[in-house]
C-alpha cells in the first residue's frame, strides 16, 4: 500500500491518480466487504484534488463497471475502464455548468451557434472555461496557458484577461495595456510582434470581424489571501477598430454593458 501512495504521489494529474487508486484499490481488496464504496470514494479525493466534480458510478451502470474493471484486471486493458469514468466525469461537468442556468436575472444568456453553459457577467476558472468550450475534457487536457484560445471548429476565440499585470508575473514584454473605455467598450492590446499587415496581426484584423470573440475579465491573479481569482465573462465582443502595431491595439464593442463592480476595476486599470 505504500507503495502505491507513492506512485500516485508522483502521478501530477488528479484524473489519472482517480483512475488508478480505484483500480489498485479495488484490485488489492484489502477488506472483505466494501471495497468498491472505499475505491470510490478514494477516486473522488483524487479528483477534488484536481478541481474536478464528486462523481457518482451509478446503480444502473453497475453492469458496465464490473465488466470494464475485470478488462483491467484479467486482461490488462484499463482503457475500457479509464473510458467509463471518463464519461461519467465528462457528464458531471456538465451538469455542473448547467446549473448556472438557474442564476439571477442580471446574469445573461447569449444565443450562439454552438452550445456552451456559461452566463454573461459570472465568474469561472480557466478550467471551467476550457471544459465549457470543449478544450478540457477528462480525457485531454488543453495545454493552452495564453491569454487567447483559438477555437477553429467553432469559429470562436476565447480572450483571458488579466487587468492588473505586475512584472512578478509578467516579463515586460508582455505587460499589455487592457481596460474598458467604456461599460460597452473594450480596449485589449495584442503581442508585442502583432503588426495589422502580415501574419497574427492581419488575422486579428479579418478573422475579428467574423469569429466569436468571448471576453472573460479579472482584476488581478490572486486574491488577498493569495487564491487563484476567477474570470468574469464579458460575452461576446464585435471589433469596432485597430491602432498602432507591435503591440496592435483593439476595441471591442460588448453586447452586454459591464456590472458596475467589474466595470469600476476595468476602467481605472488603463497605465501610461
Known sequence: MLILLEFLQEEPEASVRAVLRHFIFVFIHPYMDG???????????????????????????????????????VEQNIEPFAAFLGRLVNEEIRVELLRYYLVP??????????????????????????????????ERKSSNREGVVNLEAKNAKLQLITLEK????????????????????????SQNTARPETGK????????????QFI???????????????????????????????????NWALRESALHYIWKDMAKMPVG
Open 35 to 73: 471495497n468498491g464504496p472505499m475505491g470510490q470514494f478514494l477516486m473522488n479525493a483524487m479528483l477534488a484534488s484536481g478541481g474536478y466534480p464528486w462523481t457518482v458510478i451509478p446503480v444502473e451502470s453497475r453492469d458496465e463497471y464490473i465488466y470494464s474493471l475485470e478488462k483491467a484486471c
Open 105 to 138: 436575472d442580471w446574469q445573461v444568456v447569449q444565443p450562439l451557434p454552438f452550445v456552451q453553459p456559461l452566463k454573461v457577467h459570472s465568474r469561472y476558472t480557466r478550467e471551467q472555461i476550457l471544459a465549457a468550450f470543449g478544450e478540457n475534457t477528462f
Open 166 to 189: 505586475t512584472e512578478a508575473n509578467y516579463s515586460p514584454t508582455t505587460l499589455y495595456n487592457d481596460y474598458a473605455v467604456s461599460e460597452k467598450i473594450f480596449h485589449w492590446q
Open 201 to 212: 496581426g492581419l488575422s486579428y484584423v479579418k478573422q475579428s470581424k467574423r469569429e466569436n
Open 216 to 250: 472573460f475579465v479579472r482584476e488581478k491573479n490572486n486574491d488577498e489571501f493569495n487564491n487563484t481569482i476567477a474570470y468574469v465573462f464579458l460575452g461576446l465582443a464585435d471589433y469596432i477598430n485597430h491602432y498602432g502595431a507591435k503591440p496592435m491595439s483593439i
